[in-house]
């Protein structure tokens, strides 16, 4: 699913982060930065010992913070890493958290002069954050940045599994009326 906003465009699509064509793809790491399960274990592991090395330099990232490194191996030039909120009960900062990991990755994007990004569902998986909930936060947060910035051409959401696409099509239609 593919809809255009402002100059941009924000697609929806299954598939494998790591092979990605886009100027940037965006790791749901953890504060370390020093590689995990999931999204990280998998960046870390097709991009090659580079990334590492770049994120270890970083000292690590607060939740709701991102930093960028190179791309190593992989088809992106830059692995934007992001760490969202581990979800407890949405009481604790959660919502707000999970849209500044999304809000800051993007403006980092945009700071170095990226044209597009891919992101994963932040949270969605070992955070335990509740698929629906976590898509409605990252879609709004996508759409409102490609209304306010011309600069990002393509925002894409790489979504695991066919589930999770079905989800994020729904709310996007939600929230778009497309």
Request: glycine share 12%; proline share 3%; net charge neutral.
């Amino acid at each position: 699913m593919e809809i255009k906003i402002n100059k941009g465009t924000l697609s929806l699509v299954e598939g494998d982060i790591t092979k990605q064509e886009t100027d940037a793809i965006v790791n749901a790491a953890n504060k370390t930065l020093r590689g995990g399960g999931g999204v990280d274990g998998a960046i870390h592991r097709a991009g090659g010992p580079k990334i590492l090395e770049e994120c270890i330099k970083t000292g690590g990232c607060e939740t709701g913070e991102a930093v960028i490194t190179t791309g190593g191996n992989l088809r992106a030039k830059y692995v934007i890493h992001t760490v969202g909120p581990v979800y407890r009960d949405g009481k604790h900062n959660e919502p707000k958290l999970l849209e500044n990991a999304y809000r800051n990755s993007l403006a980092l994007a945009s700071s170095k002069g990226l044209k597009s990004i891919a992101f994963p569902s932040i949270s969605t998986g070992a955070y335990g954050y509740p698929l629906i909930e976590a898509a409605e936060i990252a879609l709004d947060t996508a759409v409102d940045y490609l209304k306010g910035h011309e600069d990002i051409g393509l925002i894409r959401f790489v979504l695991f599994g066919q589930k999770a696409l079905e989800v994020y099509e729904k709310k996007l239609q939600e929230l778009t009326g497309c």
